[in-house]
């Protein structure tokens, strides 16, 4: 297993509508388990794959996040088949390191897709990580949390966020 570079916000990757998987070989397989490493060395809850390059529809979430346990997940060409209420909290991005905003999101979502097995899986989840399922379903789709806000706010934290790029480069 290996520790995968995450694309920052900038990179095109993250803008494209990520590609159905048709099949699931081992190339896929060897994928997940080196995105759930990644997730957990980033200390993240969830991870898409276009966050690391990979422009197909896949995601990586931590089941555990909130417990004492890790407990990661790998959904195949994953939708939202339900979604209720709605709630206002802090969220962040690995592909947008140390910049956060307050987003709206479902409070519970059910999400449907497959595993690595090919086989049919259906989770519900609530609270923090119903929101991560949305925020890793909005990258397969080329969407990024800053999105949801004004044109206003997204451009002072894209500001932001330049300025950090360059500090860490400099
Ligand atoms: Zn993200």
Redesign the pocket.
């Known amino acids: 297993m290996s520790i995968l570079t995450i694309r920052n916000c900038l990179d095109p990757v993250l803008r494209r509508k990520c590609g159905v998987i048709q099949n699931i070989d081992e190339r896929l397989v060897t994928l997940s388990a080196d995105m759930i490493e990644t997730m957990y060395e980033c200390v993240g809850v969830g991870l898409?794959a276009n966050?690391v390059g990979e422009s197909s529809q896949l995601i990586v979430v931590d089941m555990g996040f909130g417990t004492d346990k890790h407990d990661p997940v790998v959904i195949v060409n994953p939708v939202i088949t339900a979604s209720e209420d709605e709630e206002i909290d802090q969220e962040g991005?690995?592909?947008i390191p140390d910049i956060f905003a307050d987003i709206s999101r479902f409070k519970r979502v059910e999400a449907k897709g497959v595993d690595l097995n090919g086989k049919d899986v259906r989770y519900e989840v609530a609270d923090y990580l119903a929101r991560a399922f949305q925020?890793?379903l909005d990258?397969l789709n080329g969407k990024?949390?800053w999105d949801m806000l004004s044109k206003v706010k997204r451009d002072i934290l894209k500001r932001k966020f330049k300025k950090k790029i360059k500090e860490m480069k400099a």
């Open positions: 898409a966050q991005c690995l592909s925020h890793e990258h990024l949390f």
